[in-house]
T-cell receptor, first 110, second 117 residues
Framework: LAKTTQPISMDSYEGQEVNITCSHNNIATNDYITWYQQFPSQGPRFIIQGYKTKVTNEVASLFIPADRKSSTLSLPRVSLSDTAVYYCLVGDLIYSTLTFGKGTMLLVSP | GAVVSQHPSRVICKSGTSVKIECRSLDFQATTMFWYRQFPKQSLMLMATSNEGSKATYEQGVEKDKFLINHASLTLSTLTVTSAHPEDSSFYIC?????????????FGPGTRLTVT
């Protein structure tokens, strides 16, 4: 399974755009990139998933360069409720097992 | 849609007793269910993978005789912590993979906080 590296923590203010980058240098051809959000004492919540280029949904965008060795989760106009831990995961969807890294603790301040 | 529930949300038990945690997919059938454990300020650690009707596959270092997993139906998986000890105190989270073509998103339950005294 590809190992991921993320910043341990990030700080932002309400209304700003936040970009969290994840490195996955040994990503395999069949691997997809998935991001989850977790609040304290809750299960992770799926945010977005992609394979290449750009994916956008109602809550975030995911940018993946051509070499796929990194990815960036973009959260537009964050609010206080976006304070959480964000996990980047890389894996083969067929086998489905997820390996969680340490995640990025995002703190949004007023 | 895609809601996963866990019961109980919190449980306190005495050392040496067994505790059963249920994980249900409420509005979909799950091909596979997963069990994770999370210690305070740490990431999730996969414990085991279970497919309906077959034996669970445990990750290295997880004792299969201590953490019994039963995946009796496409909507229910149970984790039983047998002879619990204080070091088993943790946050246990299940997830489910929908049984439909093109579904690659795991949906997580809200977690169960186990405290062994």
């Amino acid at each position: 399974l590809a190992k991921t590296t993320q910043p341990i923590s990030m700080d932002s203010y309400e209304g700003q755009e936040v970009n969290i980058t994840c490195s996955h240098n040994n990503i395999a051809t069949n691997d997809y990139i998935t991001w989850y959000q977790q609040f304290p004492s809750q299960g992770p919540r799926f945010i977005i998933q992609g394979y290449k280029t750009k994916v956008t949904n109602e809550v975030a965008s995911l940018f993946i360069p051509a070499d796929r060795k990194s990815s960036t989760l973009s959260l537009p106009r964050v609010s206080l409720s976006d304070t959480a831990v964000y996990y980047c995961l890389v894996g083969d969807l067929i086998y489905s097992t997820l390996t969680f890294g340490k995640g990025t603790m995002l703190l949004v301040s007023p | 849609g895609a809601v996963v529930s866990q019961h109980p949300s919190r449980v306190i038990c005495k050392s040496g007793t067994s505790v059963k945690i249920e994980c249900r997919s409420l509005d979909f059938q799950a091909t596979t269910m997963f069990w994770y454990r999370q210690f305070p300020k740490q990431s999730l650690m996969l414990m085991a993978t279970s497919n309906e009707g077959s034996k669970a596959t445990y990750e290295q270092g997880v004792e299969k005789d201590k953490f019994l997993i039963n995946h009796a139906s496409l909507t229910l998986s149970t984790l039983t912590v047998t002879s619990a000890h204080p070091e088993d105190s943790s946050f246990y989270i299940c997830s489910a993979l929908p049984r439909r073509t093109g579904a690659y998103e795991q949906y997580f339950g809200p977690g169960t906080r186990l405290t062994v005294t």
